[in-house]
């Protein structure tokens, strides 16, 4: 895990600052999901059905299960030390081109995009976070997420 000082984050601009450890997508985790959501589709928690009739042979993931995974992915794969507060501050882009199917270990890789200072107390960052699957050629995820920094 890389760790960065708050002060030291502009000279990061453009580069990769991390990379999360590998992450098993189980079907137990699938599972909590569609629980907390209510979003029972077969495609994801029918197991027997998703080997026979899905296009992947197996169960998959939501992909705003994948989505919800970038904090924790990103935490492991960097932190930012110094700051009063951190907040998941929101999504610039977002696209889902490979389905994680049941079982699948994914990763992100994250670069830092942008820093701009907000005001005098808070400084705004956008990363870009790529979620590879193991052994896919397509990510899971590219997405541009934003934190926010509130300075001490």
């Known amino acids: 895990m890389t ?6 984050l502009p000279k990061h601009k453009g580069k990769v600052v991390g990379q999360s450890p ?3 997508v189980s079907q137990e985790m699938i599972q909590a999901f569609a629980d907390a959501t209510g979003d029972h589709q077969w495609i994801h928690v029918d197991v027997e059905r998703a080997k026979k009739e899905a296009p992947w042979g197996a169960p998959v993931a939501h992909g705003f299960l994948t989505l919800s995974l970038i904090p924790q992915l990103n935490q492991q794969a960097m932190t930012v030390t110094g700051p009063a507060a951190t907040i998941n501050y929101g999504m610039n882009k977002v696209r889902l081109p490979a389905a994680v199917k049941s ?3 994914i990763r992100s890789t994250v670069e830092l ?3 701009e200072d907000v005001d005098e107390k808070r400084i705004l960052a956008t990363y870009k976070t790529l979620i590879e699957i193991k052994g896919e050629d397509k990510p899971a995820v590219v997405a541009e997420n934003l934190a926010m ?3 001490p």
């Open 22 to 24: 590998w992450l098993n």
């Open 113 to 115: 995009v942008n820093i």
């Open 3 to 8: 760790s960065i000082a708050l002060e030291d």
């Open 149 to 151: 920094y509130v300075k």
């Open 103 to 105: 079982g699948s270990d």
